[in-house]
């Protein structure tokens, strides 16, 4: 759907970006990662069409951000890392500001604006000042405002940044209703909301593209295994041998126990296995209760820091 091909982007003698080359597809939720200055904000800038590339094209359903800007921009909802409030606008006042500037029809103005508000909570505070609200209500907004027009894709820098833990629950829940309706590029600093939402991860640092996968295929493809941290109920040997006899196991050993009456194991499979349904039907057969079976896949910030620290060494 969106088609980034060889953009670059200089100020003066700085490449902020260099030569970025990636698909984002229709109904995709994609996590944009980097460390300040990796160029995360200028490429979505370019994309939007707030800056244009020193060399490279955007593509939107085919058409070209600088040749039809006005048709991209009207299938894309941004929302900026700082919101573009006015503080003196009432919220309700904003978002009709919103939709003349979107180009809105009247007749649908108020089914466009009654949606954005419900679905980000901000109903009861349509008619106070935006000034007068706090940090969260604040961002509410500015999510508010890129949902006006239901533009097929939104594009999200920092959506959580200054909410409170049960806000940000609130808000990975929306992205994911949202993902169902648009396609979605999605920029935090907070991996594990990344990993909660996201169906595939892009990595840049220094303007260049480090990684782009789904969460668990990088972590499959650095840690070069595949383990299991399993809690059973019973005896340490008998967990050893069913958890021996499935199928591409490579390796089990004892973890210790941190229960009465419990052992974990540490369960090794061959690469791109997945051996949980086979050891779930061995300790059922064994009459041995699975108590706990998780992934020992790394997580998405620990991919995040070796992929950034890998560049840094190399150059």
């Known amino acids: 759907m969106i088609r980034v091909e060889n953009v670059s982007k200089k100020y003066g003698q700085r490449l902020a970006v260099d030569h970025l080359d990636f698909m984002v597809n229709r109904g995709e939720i994609l996590g944009f990662l980097g460390p300040n200055g990796a160029g995360k904000s200028t490429t979505m800038n370019i ?16 058409h070209d951000i600088l040749e039809e800007p006005h048709e991209v921009k009207r299938q894309i909802g941004y929302m900026p890392e700082l919101p573009p409030l006015y503080m003196d606008m009432t919220v309700r006042d904003y978002l009709s500001f919103v939709c003349d500037i979107k180009g809105v029809p009247r007749v649908s103005r108020r089914q466009n604006m009654d949606r954005a508000m419900e679905m980000l909570m901000i109903t009861d505070v349509r008619g106070r000042l935006i000034k007068n609200l706090s940090k969260g209500y604040k961002q ?22 200054g909410l409170d833990p049960q806000q940000i629950i609130e808000t990975r829940g ?41 969460p668990e295929n990088l972590a499959r493809g650095m840690t ?14 008998e967990a050893l041998s069913a958890a021996r006899s499935v199928a591409n196991v490579v390796k089990a050993e004892s973890a210790g126990s941190r229960e009465p009456g419990t052992v974990d194991l540490l ?13 779930f039907e061995a300790f059922a057969r064994a009459s041995l209760p699975l108590l706990m079976m998780k992934s020992m896949d790394l997580t998405l910030e620990e991919i995040f820091l070796n992929l950034i620290t890998e560049e840094k060494e190399v150059t």
Do not use: F, M, W
């Open 47 to 62: 994309i939007t069409g707030y800056l244009s590339a020193t060399e490279g094209s955007v593509k939107l359903d085919g």
């Open 140 to 161: 509410r907004v500015g999510i508010a405002q890129a949902l006006i027009g239901t533009p097929p894709v939104l594009i999200l820098d920092e959506p959580t940044i």
């Open 174 to 214: 929306l992205i994911r209703d949202l993902g169902k309706e648009h396609t979605i590029i999605l920029s935090s600093h907070i991996l594990p909301e990344v990993q909660a939402v996201c169906t595939r991860v892009l990595i840049i640092n220094k303007g260049k593209i480090v990684a782009s996968d789904t």
């Open 224 to 237: 070069g295994d595949n383990r299991l941290s399993i809690r059973v109920a019973g005896g340490e040997k």
């Open 267 to 279: 369960v090794e499979a061959r690469k791109d296995q997945d051996v949980r349904r086979g050891v």
